[in-house]
């Protein structure tokens, strides 16, 4: 289970529009977005670099945090 931080989620449509983007990810499962921790979980079924996830979620207006 691989973790990020995202910046920017205010509401519950924040965090399931990001939940959406990531379940869009080929590769990725068990996807869980927190929106109080303001962080988004998942496991990699195939792997998926960390800049495929960094543009899928910036390109929906958040930021991933370093």
């Known amino acids: ?22 379940e869009g990810i080929e590769g990725l499962t068990d996807v869980k977005v927190d929106l109080e921790k303001g962080e988004a979980t ?9 800049e495929t996830i960094k543009k899928k979620i910036t390109g929906i207006g ?5």
């Open 1 to 22: 289970m691989t973790t990020i931080k995202i910046n920017g989620m205010r509401c519950a449509h924040c965090s399931g529009s990001v939940t959406k983007a990531l």
């Open 42 to 50: 998942y496991t990699e079924k195939s792997p998926v670099s960390l």
């Open 62 to 66: 958040f930021e991933v945090a370093e």
